[in-house]
C-alpha cells in the first residue's frame, strides 16, 4: 500500500489518501498511484507520494502541513511568525533553544521562557 497527499493550489495538504498495491506499477509507483488517484477523484491532479516512516519527502504530512518543492519535502506548518526554515526543512527560533531544562518559546518577547515544574 503507498500513500499520497491531496494538495490545494498553495501546495498545503488537504487529505491523505491509501493507494492499494494492485492499482500501483511497482516500476514507476508514484506516476502510476497519481494516475490512479486522477481517475479515481474525476480529474484532481495534484498528489504527491508520502511515507508512513519519512522515506518519501522528509515526513508522513498531515492536513495543513505544506509540500515545499525546492526541498521535496513535506514542512510542519510555521509556529511562529519569527520562525524560520534551516536547510532540513525544520522550523527554528532566532535563538538556539537552552539545552537544560523545560522552556517555551514567547512570540511576543522573541525569547525562550523557562517552565517551572509543578
Known sequence: M?????????????????????????????????EFLIQWSNGYSKWKQCSYNGNIRR???AIGDRYDESRDAFILPQPYPSWSLDQYGDWVAPQPKPSSGSWIWDESKGEWISVTES
Open 2 to 34: 503507498a500513500h499520497f497527499a491531496q494538495l490545494d493550489d498553495d501546495n498545503v495538504v488537504v487529505a491523505v489518501y491509501p493507494v492499494a498495491n494492485d492499482a500501483l506499477d511497482p516500476a514507476n509507483e508514484e506516476a502510476s498511484g497519481i
Open 59 to 61: 515526513r508522513y504530512p
